[in-house]
């Protein structure tokens, strides 16, 4: 069972390619499920709405940098000032 569509996703988001397509209407099946497990009862049009957010956030931008929940806010490790070799170096000036 879907609460949305591919039509649905892509409104006012972006054009999927064809293997996000086919990962987008997974992705579907698996918000409805997780929707009908905390939310059985809510109104089919924010059923759709919840889908559709859902799968728009894992999809991402299509960039290579996808952004990643970290406490109250959302930001790329980049953002937060994550640099893998920065790090190491800063650790041994401390």
């Known amino acids: ?8 996703v892509e409104a006012g988001f972006r054009k ?5 397509q086919r990962r987008c209407l997974a992705l579907l099946e698996e918000a409805a499920t997780i929707i009908d497990t905390c939310s059985e009862n809510a109104a089919p049009d ?7 957010r859902m799968v728009r956030r894992v ?6 940098a996808q ?4 406490g109250a806010t959302q ?3 980049s953002a937060m ?5 920065l790090d190491d170096e800063r650790w ?3």
């Open 46 to 52: 924010r059923k759709q709405l919840v889908s559709c």
């Open 81 to 85: 000032g994550l640099h893998p070799e």
């Open 16 to 20: 999927l390619e064809e293997d996000e």
């Open 92 to 94: 041994k000036q401390r």
């Open 1 to 8: 069972m879907r609460y949305a569509t591919l039509a649905d």
């Open 75 to 77: 930001g790329s490790a």
């Open 59 to 64: 999809l991402g931008d299509g960039a290579a």
């Open 67 to 70: 952004l990643y929940p970290m």
